[in-house]
């Protein structure tokens, strides 16, 4: 759990987990499911079209209880490099919280978005971004509008309010205050 912990909001790296824990990947794969039925983690699927150029199986990992995943590691600042995990994992309990069941996209070359949301025939790219000053969207993002021409995308940040729209899709930028306006945009 403290590895996985260590791990949050990025890729599952089962080869690091077993060298850590000395458990094989079976035995790794059912204790991941029993965190998962007791809601301590959940692994999110990649959302993919294009099984050539874009990852399928790799899983990443996220915690219910942010509080809980820093109890763990015994890490309760607010500050350095982990905040960014924190406020996407944020995002991530907020959208299982109202019933969603968020994504990640990434492509082979590493391009990722942070989440992706499948609402009947939409799809939603959400980015999230720690300390963003001004409305600049990454390659990224970028290139997940270009392949799939989502009509919104949104990307969280600490204090920026503003929109841009890029080639057809509108691009929200909200503040982590402001998730109500994404999930009713969606509903």
């Not at 990640?104 to 070359?109: G, I, P, V």
Request: aromatic fraction near 14%; hydrophobic fraction near 40%; glycine fraction near 4%.
């Amino acid at each position: 759990i403290k590895a996985l912990s260590l791990q949050t909001g990025n890729i599952i790296n089962y080869s690091e987990l077993s060298a850590i824990s000395n458990l094989e990947y079976p035995v790794l794969k059912k204790i991941m499911n029993l965190l998962s039925k007791t809601y301590i983690c959940k692994e999110i699927h990649p959302f993919y079209k294009n099984k050539r150029t874009e990852l399928i199986k790799s899983k990443k990992i996220y915690f219910y209880d942010i509080g809980l995943r820093n109890a763990i590691i015994n890490t309760f600042s607010i500050e350095g490099s982990d905040i960014g995990f924190i406020k996407e994992n944020f995002i991530f309990t907020e959208l299982i919280k109202n019933l969603i069941e968020p994504k990640y996209w990434r492509t082979n070359s590493g391009a990722e978005v942070d989440f992706v949301i499948e609402k009947g025939f939409n799809i939603y790219p959400l980015e999230v971004k720690n300390n963003l000053k001004t409305s600049n969207i990454t390659k990224s993002y970028l290139s997940f509008i270009e392949k799939y021409s989502p009509k919104d995308g949104f990307l969280f940040t600490d204090n920026l309010n503003d929109a841009k729209r890029y080639l057809k899709t509108n691009i929200s930028f909200l503040s982590f205050f402001n998730l109500a306006i994404f999930l009713k945009k969606i509903n």
